[in-house]
């Protein structure tokens, strides 16, 4: 490694991408630390290192003019040979894609503190014709103190040239899965595209999944055209209401009906902060992970998937006598007693009681039409339930679905047997048989 890239000391290496290689330098002029992210121009290529000196010059030239606290700044630019480098702020903190695993995500008011900035700096970007084509996890970098920074505007469309001239407007850039339906059909680009993206990004960083998943590209592609997302609520039912529609707008289709600036983006999500408790969410999340961790439902799970039904069911505390499930109802509730017991019965006679670790509700769950509700449910005893919603868990990864499946199923299977010893004990005497059996075999032809 060169110890200087131009007149700057390199430190160390931050990162290495499939065009280019980012390190931590020092500026001999003012002293401070900068990035520098190095472009080598391979010879062996002429078509490929055209391409990425146009991106270099775009990310130069769209970065000099926009001066804003959430987008990364550009402090020189120098093309050689067979090599180029940006020198941008240094940012000490890490990407967004260290937030998106459903085990790893933030407290949703720090989400939306975070996606509130992006959008009044896209709202900047927008207001000098920039338009970054390419807003994902990867290109949002946050400090510790929840700043946002976006980077990478190598594939941004400067919307104050022509963009049937301009060389560095090229149809179908960015990351599929963040893409807009209208970048997916290569239809001219405004800045709604990158509101449509940073939605998906927020919808994400919500739930732990993306709006669209699917086994390949054109599947995906299909959906994202064609197909409405889930409802964020539905995936996380502990985010308030109000997230509902303005996720809705902002992955609107329609452009007409998708939000038409960053800053209307950023009002809505404004309203919606009143709804959010500031307590330390993350340390609760992690004290409710290693409760169900003890149990026994829960101890063939994998942490992820732990996690994952973390944020697709709500915590509920409950008074002696309270009913949780009543015959003759029609819905789909079910869940795991955490703390406490809880009595079941049938048209006013009791069936069984169960404690801590044990699934109630979920042979209507199970049961693919059939609804009505054929056993009632009340508490003994002050009660912590872990209430799963239905919805959520039919949209969420076919690892979690497959877990509970299999789950419940053996928990009705030992509960079947028990019923069946309890039964035995009250039925007449058995017939019984004489050896094993006679065993015939045909005779050869």
């Known amino acids: 490694m060169a110890e200087r890239i131009g007149k700057y000391k390199i430190i160390r290496p931050l990162g290495k991408g499939a065009t280019a290689t980012v390190y931590l330098a020092?500026?001999?002029?003012?002293?401070?630390?900068?990035?520098?992210?190095?472009?080598?121009?391979?010879?062996?290529?002429?078509?490929?290192?055209?391409?990425?000196?146009?991106?270099?010059?775009?990310?130069?030239?769209?970065?000099?003019?926009?001066?804003?606290?959430?987008?990364?700044?550009?402090y020189d630019a120098a093309v050689e040979d067979d090599q180029a480098y940006i020198v941008m702020e240094y940012v000490d903190g890490?990407?967004?894609?260290?937030?998106?695993?459903i085990n790893k995500l933030l407290p949703m008011?720090?989400?939306?503190?975070?996606?509130?900035?992006?959008?009044?700096?896209?709202?900047?970007?927008?207001?000098?014709?920039?338009?970054?084509?390419?807003?994902?996890?990867?290109?949002?970098?946050?400090?510790?103190?929840?700043?946002?920074?976006?980077?990478?505007?190598?594939?941004?469309?400067n919307l104050h040239k022509n963009a049937h001239v301009d060389s560095t407007f090229v149809m179908g850039v960015g990351s599929p899965a963040y893409m807009s339906p209208e970048q997916i059909k290569d239809y001219p680009l405004n800045q709604k595209t990158d509101l449509y993206s940073l939605g998906v990004l927020l919808f994400q960083l919500l739930t732990g999944r993306l709006p669209f998943r699917a086994q390949n590209q054109g599947a995906l592609v299909y959906k994202i055209v064609n197909m409405d997302a889930p409802s964020v609520c539905a995936l996380n039912p502990n985010l308030p209401a109000g997230l509902e529609p303005i996720l809705k707008k902002a992955l609107e289709k329609d452009l007409y009906n998708r939000y038409r600036n960053g800053a209307a983006f950023a009002k809505d999500l404004s309203t919606v902060r009143y709804q959010m408790y500031d307590e330390n969410a993350a340390a609760q999340d992690t004290s409710h992970f290693e409760i169900l961790r003890q149990l026994p439902f829960f101890r063939d799970f994998e942490d992820i998937e732990l996690w994952e039904v973390l944020r697709i069911?709500?915590?509920?505390?409950?008074?002696?006598?309270?009913?949780?499930?009543?015959?003759?109802?029609?819905?789909?509730?079910?869940?795991?007693?955490?703390?406490?017991?809880?009595?079941?019965?049938?048209d006013g006679r009791s069936l069984c009681r169960l404690g801590s670790g044990e699934v109630v509700g979920e042979m209507t769950f199970l049961h693919p039409t059939e609804t009505t509700r054929m056993a009632t449910v009340v508490t003994l005893e002050p009660t912590r339930f872990l209430e799963i919603n239905s919805a959520a868990l039919e949209l969420s990864s076919d690892e979690v679905q497959e877990r509970f499946r299999?789950?419940?199923?053996?928990?009705?299977?030992?509960?079947?047997?028990?019923?069946?010893?309890?039964?035995a004990k009250l039925g007449p005497p058995a017939v019984q048989g004489r050896g094993t059996g006679t065993v015939l075999e045909l005779a050869p032809p």
């Open 94 to 101: 890490t990407s967004l894609e260290q937030f998106c695993a």
């Open 406 to 423: 299999k789950t419940l199923m053996i928990r009705m299977l030992e509960r079947l047997r028990g019923a069946n010893q309890a039964l």
């Open 109 to 157: 008011h720090r989400v939306i503190g975070i996606i509130f900035k992006c959008c009044l700096a896209l709202d900047h970007a927008f207001r000098q014709g920039v338009v970054h084509r390419d807003i994902k996890p990867a290109n949002i970098l946050i400090d510790a103190d929840d700043n946002p920074k976006i980077t990478d505007f190598g594939l941004a469309l």
């Open 26 to 74: 020092q500026d001999p002029d003012s002293q401070r630390e900068v990035a520098v992210k190095l472009i080598r121009f391979g010879g062996e290529n002429a078509a490929v290192s055209r391409r990425l000196r146009k991106l270099f010059q775009t990310e130069s030239s769209v970065g000099r003019r926009l001066d804003h606290p959430n987008i990364v700044k550009i």
């Open 313 to 346: 069911s709500v915590w509920r505390e409950f008074s002696e006598k309270v009913a949780l499930i009543r015959e003759g109802d029609k819905n789909r509730i079910f869940g795991v007693i955490v703390k406490g017991f809880v009595e079941v019965s049938i």
